[in-house]
């Protein structure tokens, strides 16, 4: 069955420093791979997405996230945070052949401080 | 493009009693999914629409969950006689084709609070 783990429940950084958010997934191919934000009381926006190809992918608001599929894993980064990037943060796994149902982690809460 | 609209954004509501929520989706979208988020935990898939067939529902989605999409456009989301269990962030977002093409865009949800 597919899962997503994302280990860090929550993470401070300084802003301008660089961040990466881990995320792991377990599904027996290579799935679909997703990076979703979410603003207090606001629905979910899409950073980014891995479907096949080159396996570091460029999303919006200078996000980019790295699919290694010796590790499972599709990490997000950021070179410089801003204090606006304060949110929690959802990686999703979808089934490669079935992509209408996402497997969501638990999110990781990110906090910037000045 | 106005994006997914849910409505009411806020709902308390005593325990026993029934609620309906309703999600606008991107008018071109003929795909529409319905999720739960509870706190600190991530969405939780319910049920999804390809038009106005309901395509998929989750084990989650007990009885006393009925949700419909009537003519392909907006839906609703029933839940019946209410338990505190249900409280939690009822979440929709639709998308164009499967979310393999595109992903799903969300609306900002409807918090639901049993009392």
């Known amino acids: 069955a597919q899962s997503v783990t994302q280990p860090d429940i929550h993470i401070t950084v300084s802003e301008g420093a660089s961040l990466e958010l881990r995320c792991n997934y377990s599904y027996g191919a290579t799935p679909y791979l997703f990076w979703y934000v979410q603003s207090p009381g606001q629905g979910l926006q899409l950073l980014l997405k891995y479907f096949s190809g080159d396996t570091l992918v460029q999303g919006i608001k200078g996000f980019e996230a790295e699919f290694k599929r010796s590790q499972s894993s599709f990490n997000l980064r950021k070179p410089s945070v801003h204090w606006s990037d304060a949110a929690e943060y959802f990686c999703?796994?979808?089934?490669?052949?079935?992509?209408?149902?996402?497997?969501f982690g638990t999110g990781t809460r990110l906090q910037v401080f000045p | 493009d106005t994006g997914v609209s849910q409505n009411p954004r806020h709902k308390i509501t005593k325990r026993g009693q029934n609620v309906t929520f309703r999600c606008d989706p991107i008018?071109?979208?003929?795909?529409l999914y319905w999720y739960r988020q509870t706190l600190g935990q991530g969405p939780e898939f319910l049920t999804y629409f390809q038009n106005e067939a309901q395509l998929e529902k989750s084990r989650l989605l007990s009885d006393r969950f009925s949700a419909e999409r009537p003519k392909g456009s907006f839906s609703t989301l029933e839940i019946q006689r209410t338990e505190q269990g249900d409280s939690a962030m009822y979440l929709c977002?639709?998308?164009?084709?499967?979310?393999?093409?595109?992903?799903?865009?969300f609306g900002s949800g409807t918090r639901l609070t049993v009392v």
């Open positions: 999703a796994v979808g089934a490669r052949f079935n992509t209408d149902k996402l497997i």
């Open positions: 008018s071109e979208h003929n795909r």
């Open positions: 977002a639709s998308s164009l084709g499967t979310t393999g093409g595109y992903g799903y865009t």
